[in-house]
DNA sequence: TAGATTGTTAATCGATTAACAATC
DNA sequence: TAGATTGTTAATCGATTAACAATC
């Protein structure tokens, strides 16, 4: 009965197969073949079909996939049927972006509080949640049952923070610093690193207009020949 | 002379070899080999090698690799050594928040305007940068020479601006919203889904939570025994 | 030269796709 | 029952790791 590991490819996709179930619900779509959400989602049927089973068989012969269950089955493999406590370390723009973001709650993940050390933002109210000093961060952790936290803070400072929520208790950081963090192996790290995703978007958009100059000089050459 | 294609894990990596030679350079730490790099980023000696050889030879037997020499050379390979031209359509939070973040301009993207729907952010001024009125988009884009659009706007309104931007001769989108976008295939998309990343995380806790919830149950069983 | 470390080829591993029997 | 579509096994493809000859 030893659970198999599943990929980290195959979790990495799931919530875009819930993304799109929860927009087919919408459309009022009952059901659905793994083939026709392939040509949705641009991927292949054989994939969806083997990244689903690897959690169980969801789907039925002859009929396909029931698209209220699927989404419901992801959302509980996905851990958003459970309520998730939150706080965010950092009450700049990109902490109180996340803040905002209604859809949070939605699936579970409530915000308990807000922690930055600029004195200006202390006391704030952002969404109806309090910006706290971050001397106050072990207390509040513990008497608050927070599991995840967001941080929103510059590089330098995000290793120990991390280090103090780890102490703490918080089982998992969703980490916007721009840097790695070191935590025990109980403890979750999410990066989001926005400058290596531009970095990417760098060079792509490079390598476009590289190709495009080629083509243009090879033009250019047939020209003068 | 075929170019060969780079794949994308390979390009998902240079950013973080770029950020840990950085950091190497900040150290004064002026050469150094693959497996020493290996330890420090978690990854293979191998990998290392065969990730940057794609590119070039980039070493020297013997010696390893020249930091700043290799820092430089990830630059150009990722276009960071370039200009580029950046608009940011949404003028909410994590609009501002990409706008204020001052190491962008280090690595090149110049943030030439910000655009917003809302009246009473139209004309305020970000770091420098003037909110427009998205009324204004095709012509500033044409005018400016604007290659990279940041989207964080709300999903509903994400296709309509892309389908403008492209039409307008924007050649990437670095898509916040949440949702796929559809666009002509000489025209780049990086997508950032922060409420996927969120449950990726969720998935991880939940795993974690689970197991040692039958570790305790098991030491209970022993208890009784 | 001897030692170190790359660049590169070969071996392994894992993930994706194809195929089809099972079954609704 | 016949048709459709899953669940699952097998085949393929690609990415990672290991090994080592080349070379500084």
């Known amino acids: 009965m030893a659970e198999k590991e599943i990929s980290k490819a195959v979790v990495a996709r799931l919530p875009r197969y819930y993304r799109y179930l929860g927009e087919l619900m919408e459309e009022g779509v009952e059901r659905i073949s793994s083939n026709e959400l392939s040509l949705r989602m641009k991927v292949t049927a054989s994939q969806i079909r083997q990244d689903l089973n690897n959690f169980g068989g969801f789907g039925q012969q002859g009929y396909g996939y029931n698209v209220k269950y699927l989404y419901a089955e992801i959302a509980k493999i996905l851990g958003i049927d459970r309520q998730h406590n939150l706080i965010i370390i950092g009450a700049g723009n990109l902490g109180q972006a996340i803040a905002n973001y209604a859809n949070f709650e939605k699936r579970g993940f409530l915000i308990k509080g807000m922690f930055d050390v600029n004195p200006r933002l ?104």
Chains 1, 2 share one sequence.
Not at 124 to 147: A, M, P
Not at 191 to 202: A, G, I, K, T
């Open 122 to 225: 202390i006391g704030l109210i952002v969404r109806g949640v309090e910006i706290r000093s971050i001397d106050e961060l072990e207390t509040f952790v513990k008497e608050n049952d927070v599991q995840i936290a967001a941080l929103t803070i510059p590089k330098t400072k995000a290793p120990e923070i991390a280090d103090r929520l780890v102490k703490a208790g918080v089982k998992a950081i969703w980490n916007f610093a721009h840097t790695d963090l070191n935590v025990p192996e109980d403890v979750v790290v999410e990066n989001v690193h926005l400058s290596e995703s531009l970095m990417r978007l760098s060079y792509r958009v490079c390598r476009i207009q590289d190709r495009e100059e080629k083509s243009r000089e090879k033009t250019q050459k047939k020209k003068k020949a």
